[in-house]
């Protein structure tokens, strides 16, 4: 046991569900009692950047690929300073990890960040509870007869966002990045494309946001239920009224509510790296990483305003649309990838052009 688990402090552990199924384990770590949104994601790799990704606050995650770890943390595949999981469930952690810009192991990490993780559980049986019972809350705890905690979950976004602006200097456009949680490879790209970046936290008002001169918008990923930002939506209507705007996830579920459309939970939610998503302007179908709880509701959305762009092959629920004619443009998948496939890179590209287009038609009228 102790090689197994890299020497780490090891004791029986369960993790028990609200809606009563307990599921036994080997808990690593001191960490005795941690409640969280109790969810599954389907990645075989990738763990890392699952587990720093801010829209995971909150939540519980079980890793249905069987074993997790086995290569390690290293410096370069954070989505964020830190880990934001409440906790992981796994089959197997590898707690003697290799590669070769190893830094440390994931148990080493989430042991560091007061993170339970419960390995040698059946996961297998667990997802299907999850899928069958929906997104519960759940409690990782060392004692069988305890009950998952009622907290208060409406503050994650306040929790993850930056508490100062970030200035990112290109030669490009400049980007304004409203932060409700963001991930680094989405102000990675947009570097890459060539823009200036500024970093704002979510609650940033309007005004300040209007002298920071920007060319486009970009609302990102986040925790929680899109509805507890119910009081931010008259801002996000008015940024995306002066501005090309770009909403990943979150911001694209937060376009919808600013414009009347209603969203709901998903019975067990999307979270892996091989969701299919068909665009529907072209009928191409492409391979997206994806990590969310809640959807717009089909049919809430104004079909005079608004152009449905992206489906879910699998369930046909809504992945993204377009203004039918202002510059915005949203995604409910991750475009940015990491991790997974980025085989939808092109949304930035698009993003990019769209602020391009407005700067022509501001130059023409001048
Ligand atoms: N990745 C995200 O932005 C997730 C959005 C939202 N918290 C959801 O679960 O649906």
Not at 124 to 150: M, N
Not at 336 to 357: L, W
Request: charged share 20%; aromatic share 8%; with cysteine.
């Amino acid at each position: 046991m102790k090689g197994r688990n890299g020497g780490k402090h090891v004791t029986t552990g369960y993790v028990i569900l609200e809606t009563g199924e307990i599921f036994p384990g080997t808990l690593i770590g001191n960490r005795k009692n941690q409640t969280g949104e109790i969810v599954f994601n389907t990645s075989m790799t990738g763990y890392q950047e699952i587990i720093t990704d801010p829209s995971y606050a909150g939540q519980i995650i079980v890793f249905s690929y069987p074993l997790i770890g086995n290569y390690g943390m290293n410096h370069l595949f954070t989505e964020s300073d830190k880990p934001h999981v409440r906790g992981i469930v796994t089959g197997e952690i590898c707690g003697s990890p290799s590669h070769y810009q190893l830094a440390e192991s994931a148990t080493t990490l989430l042991e560091k960040y007061g993170i339970p993780c419960l390995t040698d559980v059946d996961t297998r049986a667990l997802v299907k509870t999850i899928r069958k019972k929906g997104t519960v809350k759940a409690i990782i705890s060392d004692r069988s007869d305890v009950k998952p905690v009622s907290s208060d979950e409406k503050q994650l976004v306040k929790q993850v966002t930056t508490k100062e602006l970030l200035f990112y200097d290109n030669e490009g456009p400049h980007v304004v990045l409203v932060d409700f949680g963001y991930k680094k490879s989405i102000l990675a790209y947009l570097q890459q494309i060539g823009c200036k970046v500024t970093v704002v936290p979510f609650d940033y008002p309007f005004e300040k946001i209007r002298s920071l001169n920007p060319d486009g918008i970009v609302l990102s990923n986040g925790p929680g239920n899109p509805i507890d930002l119910a009081d931010h939506l008259d801002k996000i209507h008015m940024l995306t009224q002066c501005y090309p705007t770009l909403g990943i996830c979150l911001g694209h579920q937060l376009i919808a509510l600013a414009y009347g459309a209603k969203t709901e939970k998903l019975p067990f939610g999307h979270r892996g790296a091989n969701h299919p998503v068909k665009d529907l302007r072209t009928g191409k179908v492409f391979i997206t990483s994806q990590n969310h709880g809640y959807v717009v509701i089909d049919g809430t959305m104004n079909e005079n305003e608004f152009t449905v762009t992206f489906q879910h092959v699998n369930d046909r629920t809504i992945e993204g649309f377009t203004h039918k004619t202002l510059p915005i443009q949203t995604v409910q998948f991750h475009p940015e990838a990491h991790p997974g496939p980025q085989d939808t890179e092109y949304i930035f590209h698009n993003f990019i052009e769209s602020i391009h287009k407005i700067g022509e038609m501001k130059y023409a009228v001048k």
